[in-house]
């Protein structure tokens, strides 16, 4: 099973989005909802290199946001990471 780590805030559409589909598949992740640690969102945010929540990691791998999940769900490619 696939370690999957998504980054939300509590008033954005695509993170409820980007959950309804991860939900819609079974997948069990764990969910940081960073709308209030404004320190930990710069730090995940410049890590990472990605500016916009959700930030989704799969196995530690960054996948995107809600706009990528989507594409490798429409690809047929989201089940094979998800293994």
């Known amino acids: 099973m696939s370690n999957v780590v998504i980054y939300t805030t509590a008033y954005c ?6 959950k309804r589909l ?23 945010m410049d890590e990472l290199g990605w500016k916009t929540v959700p930030i989704i990691l799969i196995n530690e791998k960054l996948i ?3 706009d990528q999940l989507r594409e490798l769900e429409r690809e047929g490619k989201l089940d094979e990471m998800l293994k």
């Open 64 to 66: 995107g946001g809600y």
């Open 22 to 44: 991860l939900d819609s598949k079974g997948v069990k992740y764990k969910e940081v909802d960073i709308t209030e640690d404004l320190e930990v969102k710069s730090k995940v």
């Open 13 to 18: 559409p695509y993170c409820r989005a980007a």
